[in-house]
């Protein structure tokens, strides 16, 4: 089927913890994969994407890798601030689908 | 510049009101989207524009009557709306709508309604 699993949240870390958060997709072929962070009453930002396996993408600190053995898209941040407190989504889309198909949502607390 | 621009930013209606919702882009993208997202959920997919033409409903209500008046501009009409219409209403846009493209669709702030 297609779906994408992300880890529940919410997430909660110290100011320059390290951060990881999982997701894991199912496809048939080889979509894109997303990245987007909703920060508190606004509307979804892109944050990052990768088109193939083994892209890396990056953006403000964050990074993802398109793995295609483990069918991940984890995103992680070295050291987060208290600013990144948002709610971030996992998302793909296949050759085959007009759709976005997005992850439940991590929400991500990071405290002072 | 990646802006997508949605107006009102929020909206109190009554169930017998009718109003619309704005969207605009002027990134020269071709395919637009509505969006609806209930409090702590993914956005849903309500429909999508082609080249100014609906090219998707997902099934959507009559009550929701969307409009692509130009390339730039995408509406979103409504009408006799329930108190569960209540979301934030969400436009996106990509570069194109074809099969087999990787572009990624930018989105807009949104429109938070509430139908009282």
């Known amino acids: 089927g297609n779906s994408v699993t992300q880890m529940e949240g919410p997430v909660t870390l110290s100011e320059e913890a390290f951060l990881t958060i999982n997701c894991t997709y199912t496809?048939?072929?080889?979509?894109?994969l997303f990245w987007y962070v909703q920060y508190p009453g606004e509307g979804l930002q892109l944050l990052l994407k990768?088109?193939?396996?083994?892209d890396k993408g990056s953006n403000k600190g964050f990074e993802a890798t398109y793995r295609k053995e483990t069918t991940s898209f984890h995103l992680e941040k070295g050291s987060v601030q208290v600013s990144d407190s948002a709610v971030y989504f996992c998302?793909?889309?296949?050759?085959?689908?007009?759709?976005?198909?997005f992850g439940s949502g991590t929400r991500l607390l990071v405290r002072p | 510049d990646t802006e997508v621009t949605q107006t009102p930013k929020h909206l109190v209606m009554g169930m017998t009101n009718k109003k619309s919702l704005k969207c605009e882009q002027h990134?020269?993208?071709?395919?637009m989207y509505w969006y609806k997202q209930k409090a702590k959920k993914p956005p849903e997919l309500m429909f999508v524009?082609?080249?100014?033409?609906?090219?998707i409903n997902e099934s959507v209500p009559s009550r929701f009557s969307p409009e692509c008046p130009n390339s730039s501009l995408l509406n979103l009409h409504l009408h006799a709306l329930q108190p569960e219409d209540s979301a934030l209403y969400l436009c996106?846009?990509?570069?194109?709508?074809?099969?087999?493209?990787?572009?990624?669709?930018?989105f807009g702030p949104g429109t938070r309604l509430t139908v009282l």
């Open positions: 998302a793909r889309r296949v050759d085959s689908s007009y759709k976005l198909i």
């Open positions: 990134m020269g993208h071709r395919a």
């Open positions: 524009y082609s080249y100014e033409k609906l090219s």
């Open positions: 990768a088109t193939k396996a083994d």
């Open positions: 496809a048939t072929g080889y979509p894109s």
């Open positions: 996106a846009s990509s570069l194109s709508w074809r099969t087999g493209s990787t572009d990624t669709q930018y």
